[in-house]
């Protein structure tokens, strides 16, 4: 079975600071889907950044992007530029490409971001 | 423009009195899901909607039931609450398994 580990509970980072967020996971699946997710306290959990396993480049998405090692398993999520909206509970997922049930998201536990002004 | 919306927000419900929480999207999504989420912990799935085919997870208790009438609504049942059913219920949807999950805001459920 799929594991998702991520070993930081909490982490704080200076406004306009760059933070990095670790994920590691387990599987024995060549092809997959990883995933964080950021959920703002009482907010809405929202998709901040994908990566399929078959592409070697890192994602990106604005200020946000991943190192994705994939030999390694690990897959940390780097903010640059931290602002205090980035506050949040950050959520690394995995998921399988292969068909049935095992298509749900596995879920690490969160590690909780603060961003200090 | 919300995509995914979910009611109400905030619920109390009496110990063992059955509660309806419900889900609405305007994505056209195949794909429909209800998680739980407990302080401090990553969300929890239920059981999910592909189209009318109803999955659901083998450690969900029977006391939690959903229907989905159709594409666009989906409704969590708990049929006589305990007090360890107080949580935050999400909705997402995706259009096929494999795509992104949009989540609601949640309905945070509160038993007495």
């Known amino acids: 079975a799929q594991t998702v580990t991520q070993s930081q509970p909490e982490m704080s980072v200076q406004e306009a600071e760059t933070v990095t967020l670790s994920c590691t996971y387990d599987?024995?699946?060549?092809?997959?889907?990883l995933f964080w997710y950021k959920q703002p306290p009482s907010r809405q959990m929202i998709l901040v950044i994908r990566?399929?396993?078959?592409k070697q480049q890192n994602a990106t998405e604005n200020r946000f992007s991943v190192n994705f090692q994939k030999a390694a398993k690990s897959f940390s999520l780097k903010i640059s530029d931290s602002q205090l909206g980035d506050a949040a509970m950050y959520f690394c997922?995995?998921?399988?490409?292969?068909?049935?049930?095992?298509?749900?998201?596995?879920w690490g536990l969160g590690t909780s971001l603060a961003v200090n002004p | 423009d919300a995509m995914v919306i979910q009611n109400p927000r905030y619920q109390v419900t009496q110990f063992g009195k059955p509660v309806t929480l419900s889900c609405s999207q305007t994505l056209n999504h195949n794909v429909m899901y209800w998680y739980q989420q407990k302080s401090s912990q990553a969300p929890k799935l239920l059981f999910h909607y592909y189209d009318k085919d109803f999955n659901n997870e083998a450690d969900t208790p029977d006391n939690f039931q959903s229907r989905r009438p159709n594409t666009s609504f989906c409704f969590l049942d708990i049929r006589s609450p305990g007090l360890g059913d107080a949580a935050m219920y999400l909705c997402a949807t995706s259009r096929v398994m494999r795509q992104p999950q949009h989540f609601g805001d949640g309905t945070r459920l509160s038993i007495l």
């Open positions: 997922a995995y998921r399988s490409h292969n068909a049935g049930n095992n298509r749900k998201l596995i």
């Open positions: 990566q399929e396993a078959y």
């Open positions: 599987t024995s699946e060549s092809d997959y889907y």
